[in-house]
């Protein structure tokens, strides 16, 4: 019994020391998973949004908004999880971009429900060591940063390093990169950098040392 209860302990503390030392924030998951709709800008179509089926929507896609409501596309991928806002489209529903909280993917680019392009979180995140974790989701922009210009298609984010991305929703392209403050994924790297020049500098200074001392005379 005593073995077992020590076994529990070692493996939680070994948990415990991953996330400490891993720079990693988990936290639970609270998803509330309902469906819900959404119309275009022209006023032509709507999406629909029915992960557990719901037999008042219709499947998840998109439609054209007049009587018959027939189908214009279906999603090649098709999200488990998803609130208004994540899935932004463009003003004809042509293209959209999947601003995804998963642990791997940041974003999926689609045109007319086919994935085009897309960036991991590595991919965006210069200091990956801030991004928050959960059981199955990743904390890696800011919220409050993510902005899209329907005229220009242009999507705009901050990372949680401060790296201000903007991309071009019908090619899924980045037109332009720029760090916002905090030391970003440039500032990381010379930080790196430097830390790893002064440590190596410290030791050939106390080699340096030691050796000198190695070949005083010795007072007679």
């Known amino acids: ?27 639970a998951d609270d998803w509330i998973i309902e469906p819900y709709r959404v119309e ?7 999406f629909y949004f029915n992960p557990l089926h719901d037999s008042s929507y219709p499947a998840m896609g998109v439609y054209y908004l007049n009587e018959t409501s027939d189908s214009v596309y279906y999603f ?3 999200p488990t999880m998803l609130i208004p806002g994540d899935l932004i489209f463009s003003d004809d529903f042509q293209y959209a971009v999947l601003v995804s909280s998963s642990q791997n993917v940041a974003l999926e680019f689609f045109a007319n429900g086919a994935l085009i392009r897309y960036y991991t979180i590595e991919d965006l995140v210069g200091n990956t060591d801030m991004v928050s974790m959960s059981v199955s989701m990743a904390r890696w922009k800011n919220h409050e940063s993510v902005g899209f210009d ?14 201000t991305y903007v991309f071009d929703i019908t090619t899924g392209e980045i037109v332009e990169d ?39 005379i010795p007072y007679r």
């Open 1 to 27: 019994m005593k073995i077992t209860r020590n076994r529990k302990l070692i493996i939680t503390l070994l948990l415990a020391a991953v996330i400490m030392f891993s720079g990693i924030t988990a936290y």
């Open 150 to 163: 329907s005229v220009a298609n242009a999507l705009t984010l901050t990372t949680v390093d401060n790296l």
């Open 178 to 216: 720029v760090e916002s403050g905090g030391l970003g994924r440039l500032g990381s790297t010379i930080l790196v950098i430097l830390s790893i020049g002064m440590a190596m500098g410290i030791v050939f200074l106390r080699a340096a040392r030691n050796n000198h001392g190695s070949k005083r």
């Open 76 to 78: 090649e991928i098709t």
């Open 40 to 46: 275009s800008g022209d006023g032509s179509k709507v």
